[in-house]
């Protein structure tokens, strides 16, 4: 043990597990482990498992994060907090969920706060008793043991081997696998000389060699074992039944106490392994201080002990678990309600734990507490578990206040069950979830409360479809909707939040590929979610239902998708954030608000930014992770509407890195907005590589971005896209949610292609949208405003005055929402449009262009440029004389400002500049002759490229790598020696010395051996031009292969660079 504390020490971590039966020494092992680890100045953390029902997902690691930030020093906490993310506060009892945070973003997380205090400080990490945990926890141990190898912490966790062997063990097959890849230390019994010595220690008294074999027969060597019996000898009585039963011993051994003490004891048992005295007094109804007298009796006789921080532990659990099995039915029912009482009243600060506990007593005191009180806890343990991410848990909480309501159709039941399916698709188990739907759908009917069926029909409704073999999404509609009207309910769909009116109708889009039964059947399942919505809304409303209302309002919201629809969903958000503040519920207030500012965006408002700024100003408030992520990720795409890409970027990546929800169809949100960032900016290679992911994630629309970005590019698509909803399958919200997306593909597709019939297609399912910005995918996606599309479409059929009109709209929309990257496509497209109209304004036209051309540079946008070009050749009388690149210019390479112009065969591209265009451009400039690396790589410092161009020294000759190598293989043999004698301290010693060694050639010698020289900057210039040189030309390769391809066969690099041209070139530089 002490051997691998040290090599910990010294970065050669990893994973050791203690196996052994219960009471074999594990504990008494890692408390030395622990003790010696202080002693050489580690940090040292632990959490134990425990295998009582309703305990927290993740519960051991929960323990360890706590211990960490209460032991480490506070620059390690610091450093490792901000390095970690928010993730890992979850385990913390955070504000994160399920949606929000995938298992890999946790466990990345963790593993990094751990790692990042170790660097500062060694640390250990005991995690007791694995065998009780639950799978996410191994699973979590797993991830980190194979990140923590080769750094300065090691693991070191126990296990009762022998129950992980049995059939039904959940985790016998995890950790099986966890023991084959660990280091195992496997505990066996005592000797007869050590059963002798601990009998000698445990009672003072020294036994015969008769009572010692005995004892040992009948305990395997087993200490805990030993001691009972050494315990019984002492006081009289004969060892020969201690085979026969542990627990009849341990039963003797409470006889020696007295009654009261007993049931003292028998009280403390139901609260736990630990307990605090003030809350055991509550549950007994005796005062504090009499409660303290018996548990001081208790620890006398060594069953229980005082922790530093106030707790009492039971010394071992076979105790805590003999006391509990000695009690009647009726007494665990009553001691359990009795200590829900007593955690209410005696909990005084949060604790991840309480509501777990609180769950796990009202369960297991059935008719002792009230039934509503307890299905009130186990729901509150159930949302408290989903907070943080133990979608098992959850499932366990909800399961159990399902079973507690009975099996008697109640609108409760209803509610849970709903709650209990929601989760388990949250744990992946669909098919599961909908026969769980499928009771509460006819317990619902059995009911025949409209308002409940409601309810549950659209909590159907925006569920995962996957598992619904029986069709019970839409048929639960049918029935929601038939028992809305006949109880008179208003179901037609209202305007706004409460306006009569008729709602929106989704748009007739016209193209060439027709709209299949299928696809209108599935349209209109959606305007049936909309009636019934709409009569659950008026309903709610009229019996003051916020809980109800809450769910009208967010089904109609995800419904509301169409032309004229955004100021509706404006008015329901605005509704939805009002009822959700009443009722307390501040994360639906904030996605309200999210969406609010989005249907703003949508009806070409300004007010929009308002009420974006009021939703971060929110999260910023409330300081929560999934606010502040949700902000992060809003904050992003208004970022990138505005044309601020290297922000919206950053703000992108950190919302990953803040966390992600484990749902597929989460992570194809994010990529599809990266997507959209990337493919604004021109930078079709990096996008087209982004299809991939986007396949992998299972995009529903996969092909229909995977054609935009090739019209993006100025490509054919390969095949047509098909309209949303015209395939079997699939979402409806998703469908009518992503439409403007398919028409702005259809106006594209259909510009680049001329075919007048498909011109006209496309424009009639755009036209409704006048007036309005294309939003799709709930706002990730936002194309621009309509009218930009509708003069693209124009222009293509040389509908000039049409294509002005819109054109000119669409740059006063973008204009006035600040939209700076799309008022850069509009004024292009509008300038393009002027000049086939023969305008005869040239100078209005050289004015877009000049405008055009500034943004481009700004933006970042330079894959425009060569439009703006085409466009400004046509029109050169309104530029003053000598602006502008010499006519006819066959080569160049030139920079203007912060953007590179190349050109080379007749094309010509722009780039952003970089030191790789800079290094070429210097070499282009001397064809045929040597320029230095360090002279490239110091342009401008004349004395420090002739001094770094001399040589250096090597910092080891022959000799001396000789005498490393001869040392590295005594210390070897050294080590191998030491181990074979058991000599852990000399055998750690000299592997310590080893690895200084190590780590000492590693920083003399380069790749492959090669030795360094002292100083070289030669070497560092040839490596940095070199790299930079390759980075350009592989980002040059996506925009002008031809000029990629001839700078590569002509460059050469190395020490010296050079341009050797095969041609004679005569570059404009």
């Known amino acids: ?20 039966e219960a009471g074999i020494g594990k504990t008494s092992l890692t408390g030395h482990a622990m003790r010696e680890a202080r002693r050489q100045g580690m940090t040292v953390v632990r959490g134990s498992c425990w295998g009582a029902d309703g305990t927290p997902g993740y519960w051991p690691w929960t323990q360890v994060i706590r211990g960490l930030r209460r032991t480490a020093r506070a620059e390690a906490w610091k450093a490792a907090s901000d390095g970690a993310g928010a993730a890992w506060q979850a385990l ?59 750094e300065p912490a090691l693991i070191v966790a126990t296990c009762r081997d022998v129950e992980i062997e049995r059939p039904d063990h959940p985790l016998r097959d995890r950790l099986r696998a966890l023991m084959s890849r660990a280091t195992t230390l496997a505990l066996t019994g005592l000797g007869a000389a050590d059963v002798a010595e601990l009998m000698h220690r445990t009672v003072g008294r020294a036994p015969d060699d008769r009572l010692v074999a005995e004892v040992l027969g009948r305990t395997a060597g087993n200490p805990f074992f ?16 201690m085979s026969a039963s542990l627990h009849a011993a341990l039963q003797q051994r409470l006889e020696l106490l007295d009654d009261a003490v007993v049931a003292c004891l028998g009280a403390a048992s139901v609260l736990g392994r630990r307990f605090a005295t003030e809350t055991l007094a509550s549950v007994t109804g005796a005062s504090p201080g009499q ?17 530093r921080s106030g707790t009492v532990l039971f010394k071992h659990d076979l105790v805590r678990e003999t006391l509990y099995g000695g009690l009647d039915s009726r007494s665990v029912r009553r001691l359990h309600a009795a200590a829900v009482r007593a955690l209410r009243g005696t909990a005084t600060t949060p604790d991840v734990t309480l509501p777990v506990e609180l769950a796990r007593h009202a369960h297991h005191a059935y008719e002792e507490l009230d039934c509503d009180e307890a299905v009130d806890l186990l729901l509150s343990a159930a949302r408290h578990a989903e907070n943080r991410l133990a979608h098992d848990e959850a499932v366990g ?19 849970v069950g709903l709650d209990l399916g929601l989760a388990l698709q949250l744990c992946g188990e669909h098919e599961r979830s909908w026969r769980v739907f499928g009771e509460a759908a006819a317990s619902a009917r059995e009911l025949d409360d409209p308002l409940l069926l409601g309810r549950t029909a659209l909590t159907l409704y925006g569920a995962d479809g996957r598992g619904d073999t029986a069709l019970l999404k839409p048929r639960a509609l049918h029935w929601a909707h038939a028992r809305l009207v006949a109880s008179g309910a208003k179901t037609a769909a209202h305007g706004g939040a409460g306006a009569p009116g008729v709602g929106p109708r989704p748009p007739q889009a016209s193209s060439a590929v027709p709209v299949t039964d299928t696809g209108e059947l599935m349209l209109s399942q959606s305007h049936l979610a909309q009636r019934v919505a709409a009569g659950v809304i008026a309903g709610a409303r009229a019996a003051g239902d916020d809980d109800t209302l809450h769910i009208g309002l967010w089904a109609r919201l995800q419904a509301e998708w169409g032309p004229r629809a955004a100021g509706d969903r404006h008015a329901l958000a605005t509704e939805l954030v009002a009822v959700s503040h009443r009722r307390g519920d501040r994360w639906t207030e904030h996605v309200a608000m999210s969406m609010r500012w989005v249907a703003a965006l949508e009806s070409d408002d300004p007010r929009y930014l308002e009420d974006f700024h009021a939703m971060v100003a929110m999260a910023d408030a409330d300081g929560s992770p999934r606010l502040r992520l949700t ?13 601020r890409f290297a922000e919206a970027t950053e703000l992108l990546d950190a919302s990953e890195a803040m966390s992600a929800p484990g749902a597929n169809y989460y992570r194809y949100f994010v990529t599809h907005h990266r997507w959209t960032l990337l493919v604004l900016q021109g930078r079709f290679a990096e996008a087209r590589r982004l299809l991939n992911e986007l396949r992998t994630q299972q995009h529903p629309y996969f092909e229909l971005v995977e054609a935009l970005t090739e019209l993006e590019a100025g490509e054919r698509p390969a095949a047509p896209a098909l309209r949303p909803g015209a395939g079997a399958g699939g979402d409806t919200v998703l469908h009518l949610s992503v439409t403007p ?44 405003p309509a009218t930009l599309w ?25 204009d006035r929402l600040q939209a700076l990257a799309w008022s850069l496509r509009a004024r292009l497209e509008l300038a393009a449009a002027l000049a086939g109209q023969g305008a005869r304004d040239e100078r209005y036209i050289a004015a877009l262009l000049d405008e055009a051309t500034a943004q481009a540079h700004e933006l970042g946008m330079t894959h425009l440029l060569a439009r703006v070009e085409h466009l400004t050749a046509r029109h050169t009388s309104a530029r003053p004389a000598g602006d502008g690149p010499p006519p006819g210019a066959a080569y160049e390479f030139r920079r203007n400002g912060a953007v590179w112009r190349l050109t080379y065969e007749g094309r010509t591209v722009h780039m952003p500049d970089a030191k790789g265009l800079r290094d070429l451009h210097r070499l282009l400039s001397r064809p045929g002759g040597d320029i230095s690396a360090v002279r490239l790589l110091n342009p401008d410092d004349d004395a420090v490229a002739v001094v770094h161009g001399m040589g250096a020294d090597e910092v080891l000759d022959d000799e001396a790598r000789r005498r490393y190598r001869r040392h590295l293989e005594r210390l070897e043999t050294e080590i191998d020696r030491a181990v074979e004698r058991g000599d852990d301290e000399a055998a750690a010693a000299h592997d310590r010395e080893r690895a200084a060694l190590l780590e000492e050639l590693r920083r003399y010698t380069g790749l492959a051996g090669r030795s360094r020289r002292l100083g070289d900057p030669r070497e560092r210039a040839r490596k940095n031009v070199t790299a930079r040189i390759r980075d350009t030309l592989r980002r040059l390769d996506e925009q002008h292969p031809a000029l990629a391809a001839h700078l590569r066969d002509t460059v050469s690099t190395g020490t010296m660079c050079r341009y050797t041209p095969d041609q004679d070139i005569r570059w404009q530089l």
């Open 1 to 20: 043990m002490r051997l691998h504390i040290e090599r910990a020490g010294t970065g050669h971590g990893g994973l050791l597990l203690i196996t052994g």
């Open 92 to 150: 913390m009892g955070g504000e994160a969920k399920a949606e929000e945070t995938e298992q890999f973003l946790l466990f990345d997380a963790v593993t990094t706060l751990l790692i990042t205090a170790a660097q500062h400080q060694p640390l250990l990490i005991v995690l007791e008793d694995v065998h009780w945990a639950d799978a996410a926890s191994v699973a979590l141990l797993e991830f980190a043991a194979q990140h923590m190898s080769l």
């Open 291 to 307: 409660v303290r007298r018996w548990l001081a009796q208790a620890e006398d006789a060594a069953l229980v002990e005082h922790e």
């Open 790 to 814: 509708l003069g693209l479409l124009d222009a293509a059929q040389q509908r000039w005055d049409s294509a002005v009109r819109h054109l000119t709209d669409a740059c006063r929309s973008a």
């Open 741 to 784: 997306l398919w028409l702005r593909y259809q106006a594209q597709a259909a510009a680049a292609s001329g075919d007048p019939a498909w011109c006209d297609n496309a424009r009639a399912g755009l036209t409704p949208y006048a007036g309005q910005w294309l939003v799709s995918l709930f706002g990730w996606d936002i194309s621009g």
């Open 397 to 415: 909480h909800y399961g159990r206040a399902l079973d507690r309501l009975g099996d008697a159709a109640s609108a409760r039941r209803v509610l």
């Open 631 to 643: 902000a992060v990720i809003d904050r992003s795409v208004v970022h990138g509407v505005m044309g």
């Open 226 to 241: 030993v001691q009972e019996a050494a315990r019984l000898w002492a006081d009289g009585h004969e060892v020969t039944d």
